[in-house]
């Protein structure tokens, strides 16, 4: 059992997205139905009937008090999300996110307690095969089956890596919240289903393109320079640091420069070359260390190295 945890905290550490905690990344050597209540509309030029929406964040002060209480929250949130502001509404999806973040390893737990879960996964599981179609109808083993409902219900999805199966937040869920909260946090949750839809990196190789991690690193500093006040503001830096550095190192299986001929990737080289032609600040400091090295023959040099080791230490790449 131990091990077992301890090798899937390692897959997990390989997975870039900040609903398990964001990847430490070095250089090389890893939606369900709702039925949400609509507003009432009417109230004093807000839209909204205040005396409801204070009635509804009391219950909320009071619900988060408890422990354990995923299961009612969501149960609340979706009952009474539509009843509330922008601002409002917004402070409730960022508490659900916390205490997301917080059951999830009550549920990675139960992924290794049912003990059949991990093989039953395994029988059902192909490759490019996606996990969130698993009919859970279709499992036969009533412990396995009441985990994965759980799972499906309480808006996580299944994830794999290194033979493990394992479940993260499934931002998809966020989308029917998405259109009663603020701008940042409807930008926020874009992100975020982009990152569960799926993961950048597994098993230490990208697992997207070189052209989606320069489009998913512009969305994100996009966000950055948007939302500068969001609560959300210093999670999406991060997630945008480790793009940056995964722009520019590669990872110890997808290395931005062959092992064996120190040669730039041809397909990432293409991707370079399309991503320094944008307006921003992130191409212009990939566009420096684009050049530096064409002029050395697209290869790692030891100036190469410097530049690189430079550019995520200056952070000159940050809006």
């Not at 997205?17 to 030029?45: F, L, R």
């Not at 609560?231 to 945008?240: I, N, S, T």
């Not at 944008?278 to 050049?291: C, I, P």
């Amino acid at each position: 059992m131990i091990n077992r945890k301890l090798l899937i905290a390692a897959v997990l550490a390989m997975i870039v997205s900040i609903n398990a905690g964001c990847t430490n990344v070095d250089k090389p050597a890893a939606p369900g139905g709702t039925n949400i209540t609509e507003p009432d509309k009417g109230q004093k030029g807000s839209g909204f009937d205040e005396a409801k929406q204070e009635s509804i964040m009391k219950e909320y002060e009071t619900i988060i008090a408890k422990e354990n209480n995923i299961f009612e929250y969501i149960s609340f949130a979706e009952k009474n999300i539509g009843g509330l502001s922008p601002k409002n509404a917004s402070k409730l999806i960022i508490k659900l996110e916390e205490i997301q973040k917080e059951y999830l390893p009550k549920l990675e737990d139960k992924y290794y307690a049912a003990g059949n879960i991990q093989s039953t996964l395994g029988e059902l599981y192909k490759p490019e095969y996606d996990l969130s179609s698993i009919d859970t109808a279709d499992v036969k083993d009533e412990e396995v089956k009441k985990v994965l409902e759980e799972t499906i219900k309480l808006g996580y999805k299944i994830e794999t890596a290194e033979g493990m199966f394992f479940p993260i937040i499934d931002y998809n869920f966020y989308e029917k919240y998405s259109s009663y909260t603020a701008a940042d946090i409807k930008d926020y949750i874009t992100l975020m289903t982009a990152e569960s839809d799926k993961v950048p990196a597994k098993d230490a190789a990208l697992v997207i393109s070189w052209d989606e991690l320069f489009d998913r690193a512009f969305k994100q500093e996009k966000f950055l320079s948007q939302h500068k006040d969001s609560a959300k503001y210093e999670e999406v830096r991060d997630l945008y640091k480790k793009y940056v550095t995964f722009a520019v190192y590669g990872l110890n299986n997808t290395p931005l420069f062959a092992y064996e001929n120190k040669k730039m990737d041809a397909d990432a080289k293409a991707a370079y070359e399309k991503a320094i032609a944008q307006d921003s600040k992130l191409a212009q400091a990939l566009k420096g260390y684009y050049e530096a090295v064409e002029k050395d023959g697209f290869k790692l040099t030891d100036k190469v190295k410097k530049y690189q080791d430079d550019l995520i230490k200056n952070q000159k790449f940050l809006p």
